[in-house]
């Protein structure tokens, strides 16, 4: 039961909505957080009930582990976290392994509807690990079960974050205001859900056949072909990713709960680690704490910042899967973050009056966004001898159309897909709207956070805000696109829910559900 599906939207979350404040009404608080818990599993449970027992397991175990880790006077309380981390761990890899095994082409990126991990076992493993570990620090001084119960299950973040911690679900669940009707959180939390379901199914469900149909075979990719599918991947997966993050806070503020935000204009950035701190925040959030913070702090195994790093980046890699092109993605990702960071030692050895030389900001974004697409090369190929037929075909020479004898309108229509085959390929016949359409609202237009400004509550978990560096080709848009609820907002925003439901029929799963 996809959060885009017909199913979804129009029984699951009305009855959802409605049962939680009624139950609230009736009897509090508990109540209507036994129904999300409730609603919840048969959310999940909908997928596949055989992997039943995968949440069973994880869930009695780490609140077992937990109870046990809250007591003050409990011996060898380190040694117990240790072993839940490495436990959380090893019950991931274990699925990670069975789905494609180490260094193997079957664990590389899938397009496939058939999802070959229970689902959500990514996200929730990560929270399974930070809710540990918060125990053991002790950012966690009480625990109850239905508050743990509700952290983990609640369904608009269960499948595919933003990765959340206790600290910050608990106190919400307590909070009066929760179980009382708030016609101004469910008006702007379905308007924020509009808008991230138009992401996904209008936007990135229009991009995507074309993208999935041409990574069946790279090799007969020309050039235009190859850096048209990798930008059309790069913009699909945005949209598609960053459509369920709206998504999910809009649900989640309809029932009065603050989910964290995960995107924040990632493709204005002017640097990778801009970037990595602005695309699904909440998992660079994570990795930072409970990864690299504790490989740079240890006593065992010292580790410097720059070692850290990039023991990072290349961890990110085995998150996604052990498949070879996440490996190599990972640790490819891993050098470009060190060659930033020592650039910037390398720049203040120069003379001052070459530090002072500031290169345009637009040529810094689309520099970075370049580096990205390269890499997106390798996340998205299925295996290595696809990302190296891609790479081929990137910089094919043959490939290149020279001024003379060339046939401008063929090269025109063949982008836009009127005249629409390449090899054995189809077209999809919009395809140079849709990416003129996404890269419009990608550079253009102001993020949901900032259209919401006015109304927005959702959470940041960055240890700093990240200021903006670049606010787009129209800056007039960028400060003067806001939400306010008014006329004009609810007929766009019916405009926007038409067009979604008018392309159900197309809509294919969430990337990120495979991982």
Request: charged share 10%; proline share 4%; with cysteine.
């Amino acid at each position: 039961m996809p959060l885009s599906s017909p199913l979804f939207i129009f029984i699951f979350l009305p009855v959802t909505v409605i049962g939680f404040f009624m139950a609230g009404r009736l009897s509090g608080h508990r109540a209507a957080l036994t129904w999300t818990c409730l609603a919840s599993l048969v959310f999940y449970l909908s997928w596949n009930p055989a992997h039943a027992w995968v949440l069973a397991a994880t869930l009695s175990f780490n609140y077992w582990l937990s109870k046990q880790l809250i007591q003050p006077d409990f011996p060898a309380r380190r040694a117990l976290m240790v072993i839940g981390v490495i436990t959380n761990a090893a019950f991931l890899a274990v699925f990670k392994v069975m789905a494609g095994g180490i260094w193997d082409a079957s664990g590389g990126f899938s397009a496939s509807t058939q999802i070959l991990i229970p689902l959500a076992i990514s996200f929730i493993t990560f929270q399974q690990i930070a809710f540990v570990v918060d125990v053991y620090k002790r950012r966690i001084k009480t625990l109850n079960w239905l508050d743990y119960l509700a952290f983990i299950l609640f369904f608009p973040q269960l499948v595919m974050g933003p990765i959340v911690h206790y600290r910050d679900m608990a106190p919400q669940f307590h909070r009066s205001q929760l179980i009382r009707w708030s016609t101004d959180n469910f008006s702007v939390g379905l308007a924020i859900f509009i808008v991230g379901l138009f992401k996904k199914l209008v936007i990135a469900d229009s991009i995507a056949p074309y993208v999935n149909d041409s990574f069946t075979d790279t090799s007969t990719l020309s050039l235009l072909d190859a850096w048209t599918v990798i930008i059309g991947f790069q913009m699909q997966l945005y949209f598609d990713f960053s459509g369920y993050a709206d998504m999910a806070i809009g649900i989640a503020r309809m029932l009065n709960i603050q989910l964290p935000i995960n995107f924040d204009s990632p493709y204005k950035s002017t640097n990778r680690f801009e970037q990595w701190r602005r695309w699904h925040i909440s998992f660079s959030v994570f990795m930072r704490q409970y990864i690299f913070f504790p490989l740079a702090r240890n006593r065992w195994l010292p580790m410097n910042a720059t070692q850290a790093l990039f023991m990072v980046a290349v961890f990110s890699g085995f998150w996604h899967g052990f498949g070879s092109t996440f490996m190599l993605w990972g640790i490819a990702q891993a050098v470009i973050m060190l060659l930033i960071h020592w650039r910037r030692h390398l720049i203040q050895q120069l003379p001052l009056r070459i530090q002072s030389f500031k290169i345009a900001l637009p040529i810094q974004v689309f520099a970075t966004f370049w580096v990205t697409l390269m890499l997106c090369v390798l996340f998205r190929s299925p295996d290595i001898t696809s990302a190296k037929h891609l790479y081929q075909s990137l910089f094919n020479a043959n490939g290149l159309y020279l001024p003379f004898g060339w046939d401008a309108r063929y090269t025109l229509y063949e982008w836009t897909g009127i005249a629409s085959r390449h090899g054995d390929i189809l077209v999809n016949s919009a395809l140079g709207g849709w990416l003129l359409l996404a890269a419009f609202i990608t550079w253009c237009m102001p993020n949901t956070q900032q259209v919401f400004s006015n109304h927005w509550t959702a959470m940041d978990q960055r240890h700093e805000s990240i200021k903006d560096t670049w606010s787009g080709f129209i800056p007039y848009l960028d400060r003067r696109v806001r939400f306010r609820p008014n006329a004009g907002w609810a007929i766009a925003l019916g405009l926007l829910l038409a067009a979604c439901i008018a392309c159900m029929d197309r809509s294919s799963r969430f990337i990120y559900y495979q991982f």
